[in-house]
T-cell receptor
């Protein structure tokens, strides 16, 4: 049973370009969470999605950032017109259900490290 | 809002015990977690504790919870060089789904 997969592992973009980060949850998991880890900081919640639905995007910047989790395929975190401050590690996690219970502990992917030049 | 605080750095000698501390603010937290992050890797769940417990032991790991003071600690017995990593304390919002708030992380350095 493969774990949470994220690609690319490393992504370099110039200012103004777009960044697309992909997350494939664990098999059987239909709930996905995105987090951002800025240098020397902890993880900050960005968005929580179920298949085809955004449940909570309270942690997402209002502009340039969007997320989706289509019926088929991975979840995508999209950052338009990237700026240097977007440089961070972006982690995806998944659960089989959304309930707050240790059995539904979030399993994390290895992260995508975005560097904006 | 929720807030989780940790000290930034801890250095111990191999074989000694490590104690990593954390304080949190959300009194309605249901579960509290400890995650480990090795360099360049994602987060690995180490252990968790229900908010109605005050201690949990799992092999070399002991979690202590003081709910009155909202203080959580992780003790690693017989610390090994492989324990060198960043340790994150996290709490789960009890309001439904798993909205997790992480601390900034404590970097544990184990000196051989």
């Amino acid at each position: 049973n493969a774990g949470v997969m994220q690609n690319p592992r490393h992504l370099v973009r110039r200012r103004g370009q777009e960044a697309r980060l992909r997350c494939s949850p664990m098999k059987g998991h239909s709930h996905v969470y995105w987090y951002r880890q800025l240098p020397e900081e902890g993880l900050k919640f960005m968005v929580y999605l179920q298949k085809e639905n955004i449940i909570d995007e309270s942690g997402m910047p209002k502009e340039r950032f969007s997320a989706e989790f289509p019926k088929e395929g991975p979840s995508i975190l999209r950052i338009q017109q990237v700026v240097r401050g977007d440089s961070a590690a972006y982690f995806c996690a998944s659960t089989s259900r959304g309930a707050a219970h240790p059995r539904e502990t979030q399993y994390f992917g290895p992260g995508t490290r975005l560097l904006v030049l | 809002g929720e807030d989780v605080e940790q000290s930034l750095f801890l250095s111990v000698r191999e074989g000694d015990s490590s104690v990593i501390n954390c304080t949190y603010t959300d009194s309605s937290s249901t579960y509290l977690y400890w995650y480990k992050q090795e360099p360049g890797a994602g987060l690995q769940l180490l252990t968790y504790i229900f908010s109605n417990m005050d201690m949990k032991q799992d092999q070399r790991l002991t979690v202590l919870l003081n709910k009155k003071d909202k203080h959580l600690s992780l003790r690693i017995a017989d610390t090994q060089t492989g324990d060198s990593a960043i340790y994150f304390c996290a709490e789960v919002d009890s309001g439904g789904y798993q909205k997790v708030t992480f601390g900034i992380g404590t970097k544990l350095q184990v000196i051989p």
